[in-house]
């Protein structure tokens, strides 16, 4: 079954603490920013955030498991962060199609995280992914 235009994937996540440490390891990206409380404090966040593009790496682990699922490709991300986002925090990404191609089996789907206790944006953006045929 192809991709639908405007159909909808949610997915609520939370990142710990050791996600971030982790990500700064595979990184390289050990800015204070993320982890040391001390050093945040002393920013307009007042606690460490979470990187980017981890915060970001939710809709490749989406995309390529749950919507359209195994076997999809991507094909580009454009990404726009908005707000911080925090360790402990809940959060949610929505999953919107945009536009298919039934023939090439590609689909342009708009990817955004949302806080989810106050529904602000945290990051807005747009995937290309080429869709298996089971999707």
């Not at 945009?98 to 342009?108: M, N």
């Amino acid at each position: 079954m192809p991709l639908e235009p405007q159909t909808v994937h949610r997915h609520r996540f939370i990142f710990s603490q050791a996600e971030v440490e982790a990500f700064a390891q595979v990184t390289g990206d050990h800015n204070p920013l993320h982890l040391d409380a001390a050093f945040a404090q002393t920013t307009q966040f007042k606690r460490p955030i979470v990187h980017g593009m981890l915060g970001a790496s939710v809709f490749s682990r989406v995309m390529g498991m749950e919507f359209p699922g195994p076997g999809s490709i991507y094909l580009s991300q454009t990404l726009q962060f908005k707000r911080p986002m925090y360790v402990g925090e809940p959060y949610e990404a929505v999953f919107t199609v945009l536009q298919t191609d039934l023939v090439k089996r590609r689909a342009v789907i708009q990817t955004q995280i949302f806080q989810a206790e106050t529904g602000k944006i945290a990051v807005d953006g747009q995937a290309e992914v080429l869709y298996p045929e089971t999707a």
